[in-house]
């Protein structure tokens, strides 16, 4: 059973940071693709970043890049999220996913606005900015 639990979040000053882990279990972590997407109320399901099996290529939503660095520890089966520079529009709970094949690339993940097609989540950290 593939199991994906993230870790990490909590209340945090704007300008502040933070690292979300994904810890996954019940799957070939090494050759996964993954990506972190992001919810906040009442606005659909937002993707942040994604990372290829290998940990080579990295991708990042606009709103993001250049504050988050997404990175993987295949040795050790975690995914991570640094998050930098916080803001309150950061602020929602963060999902960590996979997909199954590698027929779908880290980059397809990029594109995936929502997360469709994404086959596998955690059960979401909650990510609170505010002063």
């Known amino acids: 059973q593939v199991q994906l639990v993230e870790s990490g979040g909590g209340l945090v000053q704007p300008g502040g940071s933070l690292r979300l882990s994904c810890a996954a279990s019940?799957?070939?972590?090494?050759?996964?693709?993954m990506g972190w997407f992001r919810q906040s109320p009442g606005k659909e399901r937002e993707f942040v970043a994604a990372?290829?099996?290998?940990?080579?290529?990295?991708y990042y939503s606009e709103s993001v890049r250049g504050r988050f660095t997404i990175s993987r520890d295949n040795a050790k089966n975690i995914m991570y999220l640094q998050m930098n520079t916080l803001k309150s529009e950061d602020t929602a709970v963060y999902y960590c996913?996979?997909?199954?094949?590698?027929?779908?690339?880290?980059?397809?993940?990029?594109?995936?606005?929502?997360?469709?097609?994404?086959?596998?989540w955690g059960q979401g950290t909650q990510v609170t900015v505010s002063s």
């Open positions: 996913s996979a997909v199954s094949s590698q027929s779908r690339t880290a980059s397809d993940i990029a594109h995936t606005s929502d997360g469709r097609g994404m086959d596998y």
């Open positions: 990372i290829s099996f290998t940990g080579v290529s990295t």
């Open positions: 019940g799957l070939t972590f090494s050759l996964k693709n």
